[in-house]
């Protein structure tokens, strides 16, 4: 059989800035002890979770030099068997920020994933930080731009969000509830903090919809908050289904393991939705993507977008697509 001519990237998007193709799940662990296990975890199920190493919240007081070298022998490790392992530096008022920088980038910044940023409070700050990044990639020899994930949790970045996620360095805009809330001096009430008060506030409700609206319109993934709730597994499963599918986040953080399988589930497509993908994109390329018919209906270029982003999204949280699609299209 002849091979397949041309690959949907090749064709879809030509001259576009791609959308980033991420797991669903961006998992936080701040410890040695907790980025070990994450590691683990991640070689047994596979690249279907990121791994961000902590150093604004992992850090022991007076240890920051010795964390960000830790990250960095973890990223550069045969444990990272995947290259999805990234680091969320100080925040830019700490004193330690540069110093993660240059200690990350300068070891580890071939492997690593990305870096997130912290507590901006506006687009201001985030070029400080790109600058010095870009800056530290060059002192290192890369030859690659490290992506960026900027957390969106204060008043001046919201404001500034949609300024923010048009920087060609950003990939993702991510949620920081708690801070969020708190930074509004108690006129939010804390229950919006949990379930369902964090759906249905209505400032709460205009931060998300503004944070998914200017990432989705500048080929940015928005990255929904944690949950609280650590046990019930069922509640970690709607949460991430009300960010999915009410919200249009397409990625949201973990902070336990238990949670990271939850919102896998609730993040992947609808199976018969990816079975038609497959069969659409399938008869595309046979046709070298020209306009065909399924199930009586016409598809063309601007429907297999839509659907090769799906099966791009089915692949990325370990659904099974085919032999037929995982050759022709993940081989």
């Known amino acids: 059989m002849e091979n397949p001519v041309r690959h949907p990237s090749q064709v879809l998007f030509a001259g576009e800035k791609p959308f980033p193709m991420m797991p669903a799940v961006d998992h936080y662990a701040g410890s040695e002890k907790l980025i070990s296990k994450a590691l683990q975890l991640q070689a047994e199920l596979g690249p279907i ?79 400080v930080q790109l600058r010095e990044l870009r800056r530290a990639s060059v002192a290192a020899g890369l030859t690659r731009s490290i992506p960026v994930h900027v957390l969106i949790e204060t008043h001046g970045a919201l404001r500034a969000v949609w300024e923010i996620a048009a920087m060609p360095e950003v990939e993702s805009l991510d949620f920081g509830l708690m801070d969020f809330v708190s930074g509004h001096h108690g006129a939010i009430p804390g229950s919006a903090m949990l379930s369902p008060g964090q759906f249905e506030h209505p400032l709460v409700v205009r931060a998300k919809c503004e944070i998914a609206a200017a990432a989705l319109a500048n080929g940015v993934v928005p990255s929904h908050n944690v949950t609280t709730e650590l046990r019930d597994l069922d509640v970690i499963r709607r949460n991430a289904e009300r960010a999915r599918n009410e919200f249009g986040f397409l990625r949201m953080w973990s902070i336990h393991p238990k949670q990271i399988l939850p919102i896998v589930e609730a993040m992947r497509p609808d199976f018969s939705e990816v079975e038609a993908a497959s069969a659409i994109l399938i008869a595309a390329q046979d046709c070298d993507w020209g306009p065909i018919q399924y199930h009586g209906q016409l598809h063309d270029r601007a429907s297999y977008r839509y659907y090769w982003e799906l099966l791009a999204r089915a692949q990325a949280t370990g659904m099974p697509l085919g032999d037929a699609a995982q050759t022709r299209f993940f081989a």
Not at 96 to 112: S, Y
């Open 49 to 127: 979770f990121d791994i961000t190493c902590d150093c604004e919240d992992g850090a022991p007081a007076g240890a920051d030099r010795q964390h960000a070298e830790m990250v960095a022998d973890f990223v550069m490790s045969d444990a990272n068997r995947h290259g999805r392992v990234g680091a969320r530096i100080h925040d830019i008022a700490h004193p330690a920020w540069q110093q993660d920088i240059e200690i990350i980038v300068g070891r580890a910044g071939q492997r690593l994933a990305f870096v997130t940023l912290p507590k901006v409070s506006g687009s201001d700050d985030v070029r």
